[in-house]
């Protein structure tokens, strides 16, 4: 039986971009947590990569998300509209509470048309690795939201992993960092249940929290 060509997932999408002295900001220092043990380290690294090989293979994804974006000291949270399909696909519209389009982008490959309805502005700039911070100030490329979206794990070997604090997100067991990101784990079974990236300084650049639908 052939794949469908977009997974549906209902999920919540809390913070999509942390970007700490920008747009949307939620700076944060990571709790203290303690390192595990080398075996259960290597028995949770079989794991996720199993869990990776199994995105890997996921051809899209249709999606209705929750967006939560936070600028001097208030939040909003908004409903949103998605389709992303690998490796460089995007739409994503979105709606403020009476479900009215507040801004849309679509990125195409080449290129990215960003709407806004508030100034009822059109935009189209080159899809390289600056077209969603410039925006919707998301720190990261196109192709790396959807792989984030479909918790498609980039090739980066893990430094450590470690066991969740009190302090953190109560459907996380495990953490394991690879390179500047956090990955949040949740068990059993193995799931990606938060995705964290972090900036030379050690404050959050962006985080992404699925729910226990995604």
């Known amino acids: ?5 977009f997974r549906n997932r209902f999920f919540t999408f809390v913070s999509l971009a942390v970007w700490c002295g920008g747009f949307l900001i939620a700076c944060a220092k990571t709790p203290p947590r303690s390192a595990l043990d080398a075996s259960t380290s290597a028995t949770l690294q079989r794991e996720l990569d199993a869990f990776a090989a199994r995105q ?16 001097g000291g ?21 709606l403020d509470d009476l479900g009215q389009e507040r801004a849309r982008v679509v990125a195409d490959g080449a290129s990215v048309l960003f709407f806004d309805a508030q100034e009822n502005r ?11 911070k410039k ?8 192709e790396e939201l959807i ?17 969740a604090s009190g302090k953190d997100n109560p459907e996380i067991r495990y953490w394991v960092r690879r390179g500047g990101d ?22 959050w650049n962006y985080r992404i929290e699925y729910g226990p639908n995604a």
């Open 74 to 94: 208030k939040s909003e949270l908004f409903d949103a509209a998605l389709l992303a399909r690998p490796p460089d696909k995007l739409f994503l519209q979105i």
């Open 1 to 5: 039986m052939s794949q469908p060509l």
């Open 56 to 71: 890997a293979e996921l051809p899209g994804l249709s999606a209705f998300v929750q967006v939560k974006l936070s600028a």
């Open 135 to 142: 925006t919707l100030r998301l720190p990261l490329s196109v």
């Open 147 to 163: 792989d984030r979206l479909l918790k498609r794990l980039p090739l980066r070997a893990a430094t450590r992993w470690e066991a």
């Open 122 to 132: 059109y935009e189209r700039i080159p899809q390289d690795g600056e077209a969603l």
């Open 182 to 203: 956090f990955l949040g784990i949740g068990a059993p079974p193995l799931d990606l249940a938060s995705y964290e990236a972090l900036s030379p300084s050690g404050k």
